[in-house]
């Protein structure tokens, strides 16, 4: 069996559907929500650090094949995120767990498809939505297109932002 690697998601990876079809040799391992940090969006979802805070997320392990899958799917190559390593506790012990962090800096709303895929991740995780809500009040009340973010939204087709989770998003 090859070496697996823990790899914390908080965006379109929280989504079964999404990673099986990206990386069908992850294996879901449960929730975790990582202290001192927030999701936000930036078109796509991106965490930071906010102290007090703490931010939901899906962790898996994957393996060196998964993981070459998200460095493209991510596009750390064209610099869109940077891969980071955090130090988790996860069931008891301290390892090494990775991440991926976005290089852009602006704050917009995500469109209302990628949305519903986090939705649904966070269904799968059985995530508070509550995180999910704020941050996308957040992405509205703060929104800073920048030139990249403006560039990226006109790329993929001007699709609809999201103003809100959708009403069907209970369980």
């Keep these: 069996m090859s070496k697996r690697t823990y790899y914390w998601a908080y965006g379109s990876n929280l989504c079964e559907d999404a990673m099986r079809s990206r ?6 391992v449960g929730p975790l929500y990582v202290p001192n940090a927030a999701l936000v969006f930036r078109s796509c979802a ?4 906010r102290e007090g805070w703490e931010c939901p997320g899906g962790l898996w392990r994957i393996t060196p094949a998964c993981e070459e ?5 991510e ?3 064209h610099g869109l995120y940077d891969k980071h390593y955090l130090t988790l506790g996860i069931r008891g012990k301290k390892h090494k767990c ?11 709303p995500p469109a209302e498809a990628y ?10 995780f059985q995530l ?12 509205w009340e703060k929104k800073n297109k920048t030139p990249y973010l403006r560039w990226r939204h006109h790329h993929k087709g001007k699709p609809e932002l999201a103003l809100t989770l959708p009403e069907d998003y209970a369980e």
Excluded: F, T, W
């Design 69 to 73: 899958m998200l460095d493209r799917y």
């Design 46 to 49: 991106d965490v930071v650090y």
């Design 128 to 139: 508070d939505l509550n995180h999910l809500d704020q941050a996308l009040e957040y992405s």
């Design 23 to 28: 990386c069908p040799a992850a294996r879901k």
């Design 115 to 124: 949305l519903d895929v986090i939705v649904q991740g966070y269904k799968d």
């Design 98 to 108: 990775l991440v991926y962090k976005m290089r852009e800096r602006g704050i917009m």
């Design 75 to 77: 596009g750390v190559k």
